[in-house]
């Protein structure tokens, strides 16, 4: 069948099954935008920024599990995906991001909205394509749609000169792949997988340690059996939240800098550690000399570049986290291995009891903490998608929600990028439209990104934003608090510019203020309610800290903030520690 580079863009975007494309026309992308003009299948949305496009494909990707799609133009329109594409690399999110480029026989002579968008997203993307040859595009496309889905995913980048997409082409979508030097492994060595079963059947204090692989691999059924069959406490990374159900017994929190202390008291201790999908993040870890130092280490990752990268490990396992843990679980049955963690819970619920996660509740004072618990609890029973912004907005979203179901928390790990909440919440709307999605936001990374509020009006997508109201670059202005002896240097903001109330109104939302704690259930209540996007402006407690906290540089059971205590080998109960030792 005969038709131009630009029909065969749009024909191969279907045949690898988009249902959604994310972009922003410009010059040399016209005649793909023109091809999609007739394209049924796949739903458009126009966003406001290059950017947003990127982290509403993540979004999207995040709840849904598919890969998404992007289409923007040459130079400027390139360029501005950057930081979205970094940011879905740094958490393995599966996306193509396509991109214009000017006509082949001026590459290279700084034309008119000309970048060197592949050479630039090198060290970005998984891989990526300067496709110079119409022909190529269907066979190019298929393996730019199969690179971001397996093995570790990750965002592809295929760069489309303008000619490219005007050229005739005989189209033909490829039945095989021919990619010899890309073979992901995805079952586990036999050898690492029985020394794996051998350690968890004798260990007394194990600890599982889940991570965003364990999303990725779609592995959280097998997670939640080996937990279980094994009684073994869970902990789950930033990236990894959502992984195993937050009101299970067996979940213990999230670890690291803003982890609760029994959390981290819990690595502290653990005598095995089981690392499924993770890649010992340093704010997880804080001083990785002092992390789990009286541990075996498992660790279960697809990637091998990771395994041994930041942490030494004793049963390295490279493989798919699904097929790897339900291997380990069919030799631990193979055995009939027992639980032998008893007494290593009750230390751990001891642990939670006396150091539970904590806030002061001034009279008449909004607390921030408890906005998110009044979210908690207003849609516990519900379908919803909990978003957010990056900042002190994300840690306590992190530690006063409870995600019980797998792909229904967005955050932006790894990059930590500012402004990724509004348009990522936007995509996520996209993926699971029954869903209620709330974006927990701050007053300063709303505004990196607000200009999406005109994509979700027009779209009719009913997302809610909760804005952490502060008049503070909050994370920014707790570390000069804290390490800066309250310097607060261009971390003052505005609490009234903008006014977000009048700003959601521009925009066709819903908006709404609540400065006093008895009126915060009202307020979510109606926003929740509304059938279009909402917003609301929560003045919280300006100089509020997210507590605990592990010093830059320290170890991870030498906590600032929160109930007071000790050092973790204080915090042992005498009784429970024979019986866990003995």
């Given amino acids: 069948m005969k038709m131009t580079g630009a029909e065969a863009l749009v024909r191969s975007l279907e045949n690898a099954g988009v249902e959604v494309l994310f972009g922003y026309p410009g010059g040399v992308v016209l005649p793909i935008f023109d091809a999609l003009y007739d394209a049924t299948s796949i739903r458009q949305i126009l966003v406001r920024h290059e950017q947003a496009a990127v982290h509403a494909a993540d979004g999207y990707a995040r709840v ?19 930081t979205g594409i970094a940011n879905a690399y740094m958490d393995s999110i599966p996306m193509v991001v396509f991109t214009g480029q000017v006509a082949t026989p001026v590459i290279g002579t700084d034309a008119f909205q000309e970048s060197d968008i592949t050479g630039i997203t090198i060290p970005i993307t998984k891989h990526n394509y300067l496709v110079k ?20 995913p990750g965002p592809v980048l295929v760069d489309v000169p303008a000619d490219v997409g005007k050229r005739e082409i005989t189209y033909k979508w ?30 007394r204090k194990p600890l599982l340690y889940a991570g965003g692989g364990v ?62 999908g993770v890649r010992f993040d340093d704010r997880v870890t804080g ?24 942490k ?23 055995m009939n291995a027992e639980p032998r963690t008893d007494a290593w819970m009750r230390v751990i619920d001891d642990w939670r009891a006396r150091y539970p996660l904590h806030y002061h509740h001034p009279d008449g004072v909004l607390m921030p903490q408890h906005v998110i618990e009044r979210v908690r609890e207003l849609t516990k029973d519900r379908p919803t998608v909990i978003c957010t912004e990056v900042g002190q907005n994300q840690m306590w979203a992190c530690q006063y929600t ?42 300063g990374s709303i505004q990196m990104n607000s200009q999406e509020m005109a994509t979700a009006a027009i779209e009719k997508l009913p997302v809610k934003v909760v804005i952490l109201n502060n008049g503070y670059l909050g994370m920014v202005r707790q570390w000069q608090e804290l390490f800066y002896d309250r310097r607060y240097s261009s971390s003052t903001l505005a609490q009234d510019c903008p006014d977000f109330v009048k700003l959601a109104e521009a925009y ?16 979510l209540t109606a926003a929740f309610a509304h059938d279009g996007p909402a917003l609301i402006d929560f003045r919280v407690s300006r100089e509020e800290c997210v507590y605990p906290m592990v010093a830059p540089g320290g170890s991870i059971d030498e906590m600032l903030g929160g109930i007071p205590g000790g050092p973790v080998s204080e915090m042992l109960d005498g009784e429970l520690l024979e019986e866990v030792w003995e």
């Fill in 64 to 82: 849904t599990g598919k890969p998404a799609a992007v289409l923007v133009t040459s130079g400027p329109g390139a360029t501005n995906t950057v």
């Fill in 287 to 310: 001083k990785l000399a002092a992390f789990a130092t009286k541990a075996k280490i498992i660790h279960i990752d697809v990637d091998p570049a990771e395994i041994g990268k930041n």
């Fill in 402 to 443: 409870h995600i019980r179901e797998p792909r229904t928390w967005v955050s932006s790990g790894g990059l930590g990028t500012m402004g990724f909440g509004l348009p990522a919440a936007i995509g996520a709307q996209l993926g699971r439209p029954g869903y209620l999605v709330v974006d927990i936001a701050g007053d």
């Fill in 215 to 276: 999303l990725s691999a779609g592995a959280w059924k097998e997670l939640k059996e080996l937990a279980e069959l094994m009684q073994l406490p869970v902990v789950t990374t930033l990236m990894g939240k959502g992984a195993f159900p937050e009101d299970h017994h067996l979940f213990v929190g999230m670890p690291g800098m803003h982890g609760a202390k029994y959390t981290n008291y819990s690595i502290t201790e653990t005598d095995l550690l089981i690392a499924v």
């Fill in 312 to 334: 030494a490990v004793d049963v390295p396992i490279v493989g798919d986290a699904r097929y790897v843990l339900s291997e380990i679980v069919a030799e631990l049955r193979k």
């Fill in 508 to 523: 066709g939302w819903h908006g709404a203020r609540v400065t006093e704690p008895g009126d915060v259930d009202a307020a």
């Fill in 174 to 203: 490829p039945e095989t792949l021919n990619l010899p030097g890309y073979k992901p492994t995805f079952k586990g060595h036999a050898k690492m997988i029985k020394q794996a079963a051998q350690l968890i059947s004798k260990a």
């Fill in 133 to 152: 040859d119409a022909a190529e595009l269907p066979e190019v496309i298929a393996e730019a749609f199969h690179i971001a889905t397996t093995g570790r």
